[in-house]
C-alpha cells in the first residue's frame, strides 16, 4: 500500500511559475513508476507526465505533447517525493492534478495503470 499526499497547487498568472509535489509513504517508494495526470472540469481524467523506478541512477519520463517542453518531472526517493515543475503555465493548463503511482518497473500512460492515488491538488491559472 502506497499513500500519496499532493501539495503546491494554487493560483498563477498566465506565463507563470508553480512546483507540485507528491509526498509518498508505505512501501519502498523507489519501487514504483510515478505519474502526474489532470482533470479539467467537464473532462476525462488524462496523463501528463510519467517517470520509471529508479532501481539504479538510470530512469525514464515521458511526457503528453501539451506540457512538454515546459514541464519537468523529478523524483527524490530519499525524501519518498516526487516533483513536476510547470513553467509557461497557460490558461488551459486549469485541472485538479494528481500524483498516482503504479507497480512496477515501467511507467504507464493510461489511469488504469496506477494502482494509488493522491487526493488531488488544484492548478488555476488566470488568462
Known amino acids: 500500500q502506497v499513500q500519496l499526499v499532493e501539495s503546491g497547487g494554487g493560483l498563477v498568472q498566465a506565463g507563470g511559475s508553480l512546483r507540485l509535489s507528491c509526498a509518498g509513504s508505505g512501501r519502498t517508494f523507489s519501487r514504483y513508476a510515478m505519474g502526474w495526470f489532470r482533470q479539467a472540469p467537464g473532462k476525462e481524467r488524462e496523463f501528463v507526465v510519467g517517470?520509471?523506478?529508479?532501481?539504479?541512477?538510470?530512469?525514464?519520463?515521458y511526457y503528453a505533447d501539451s506540457v512538454k517542453g515546459r514541464f519537468t518531472i523529478s523524483r527524490d526517493n530519499s525524501n519518498d517525493t516526487v516533483y513536476l515543475q510547470m513553467n509557461s503555465l497557460k490558461f488551459e493548463d486549469t485541472a485538479v492534478y494528481y500524483c498516482?503511482?503504479?507497480?512496477?518497473?515501467?511507467?504507464?500512460?493510461?489511469?488504469?495503470?496506477?494502482?494509488?492515488w493522491g487526493q488531488g491538488t488544484q492548478v488555476t491559472v488566470s488568462s
Open positions: 498516482a503511482a503504479r507497480s512496477g518497473l515501467m511507467l504507464g500512460y493510461t489511469v488504469d495503470e496506477y494502482n494509488y
Open positions: 517517470i520509471s523506478w529508479s532501481g539504479g541512477s538510470t530512469y525514464y519520463t
